[in-house]
């Protein structure tokens, strides 16, 4: 920039541009003081404690909040039913489907005694119409935690979606699917009991979170 104004103010403008010299190197020693050095790396103790901060915020913000009111005694109870519900489903899966496997031509099984446990054959199951008792219990629940609102709605899909897979399986097998791996009645209900377990986790943790105590595992 210097070296211009040099070539610029020649021996015509003496003056004007011994002038202007001095003030282009007055703005640029001020820029570079302005810009000065970088600034130091934050000191190690620093950096721990930013790592420990952000690690703090990220669990706060993906971990359920735990409710701090108390949910009707009678939704409690029927969460703790459905739970012990899903348990004995899901342990004894094969056996409540009545499974008896063939030559995979001829398996036998009761894909609708699955979904009755479920809830959406009849409704003796305590999950039956369990989706519009959580959605009260986490209503009521004096909490703004969305990840509550998720953990409902991820366990209507699974409880869904274990429904679907056993009302499919009692289908497949007529519809000419006997022996197809993977789209067999068998295949079906294997990926129903699995759904079933994916429901069952989810709503155990929707329970804790909930504050409704389910006790442990008996299998």
Partial sequence: LTLKFAVLFNKNMPRVGVLLLVVVAALESTWALRLGPPPP????????????FVAGAIAWTTTPRRATAAV?????AQIRASVATLRELTTQFDAVAQL????????????DAVRRRLGFVGTSSPLYRIESTLRRAVDAADTEDADLVELRIDFG???QAANDLAYSAIFSDPSGNAGRRGQRGRDYLARSKISAEEALAILEELADALDVVVGGDPS
């Avoid at 790396?41 to 420990?52: I, N, T």
């Avoid at 009707?72 to 409690?76: G, N, R, S």
């Avoid at 995979?104 to 009761?110: K, T």
């Fill in 100 to 111: 008896k496997l063939g030559t995979a031509l001829d398996d036998s099984f009761d894909g």
């Fill in 41 to 52: 790396p934050h000191s190690s103790h620093q950096g721990v404690d930013r790592r420990v």
């Fill in 157 to 159: 899909r699974a409880l």
């Fill in 72 to 76: 009707d005694e009678a939704d409690a």
